[in-house]
């Protein structure tokens, strides 16, 4: 099974109060969106992905042409109204991706591992869910929680939603995965999250520091 990917970047990322759009934020000395599309784009269970773009973000579109990816633009009506939008245009049926901009340390292969955890689950929508202690001990924000079986997540933003399903009024079969794993640990929303979790993948991956 293979499905595409839709890598929603089109957020004025208002809670950084950033001199650049929140997708080209630099990560250790490499935008935050290069990270996300090199991950998608590693994945071997990821047909094609598009950026989702809205006005508030011409620069992360300049930089989708300089990189060769397709891109949508929306009409930033919300994350939800952005991603309905972005399946119509696309025209894209049946399982779809979705995964924020400001993931740097997710990879291919976790992606694979999620998209074969929606083959066998048997839903029409597989969410991603972070334990909000997870993120506390960390000393990383907590920007945005959903209700999981009576337990309460962080938001990881990675999602597989069937594309024709939420056209449709109604509720959606859900299946989740809760994790603490670094790969949807790291989202930054803030720049201490962004200071905490450059040191964390600076250890990961063993690099230096930035000069």
């Not at 109204?81 to 993931?103: C, M, W, Y």
């Not at 074969?116 to 909000?132: H, S, Y």
Request: proline fraction near 5%; aromatic fraction near 6%.
């Amino acid at each position: 099974m293979k499905v595409p990917a839709l890598i929603m970047a089109g957020g004025k990322g208002k809670r950084m109060g950033l001199p650049v759009e929140k997708p080209l934020l630099p990560f250790l000395d490499k935008p935050l969106l290069d990270w996300v599309a090199e991950a998608v784009a590693s994945a071997e269970k990821v047909s094609e992905f598009y950026v989702v773009t809205s006005e508030n973000t011409p620069e992360t579109e300049k930089r989708c042409k300089s990189k060769g990816w397709k891109f949508l633009r929306t009409d930033a009506k919300g994350y939800h109204s952005d991603l309905k939008q972005a399946v119509r245009d696309a025209e894209l049926a049946g399982a779809v991706l979705t995964i924020p901009a400001d993931l740097p340390a997710v990879t291919g292969s976790f992606l694979d591992k999620v998209i074969g955890e929606f083959e066998v689950c048997g839903k029409d929508f597989l969410a991603v869910f972070v334990p909000i202690e997870k993120r506390e001990e960390l000393g990383l924000s907590i920007s945005s929680t959903d209700e999981y079986k009576g337990v309460w997540h962080a938001v990881s933003g990675v999602n597989i939603v069937n594309g024709e399903k939420i056209q449709e009024e109604g509720k959606i079969e859900t299946s989740a995965i809760i994790t603490g794993e670094t790969e949807v640990l790291l989202n930054i929303n803030t720049l201490k999250d962004l200071e905490i979790s450059e040191k964390i993948m600076q250890k990961r991956v063993g690099i230096g520091p930035p000069l």
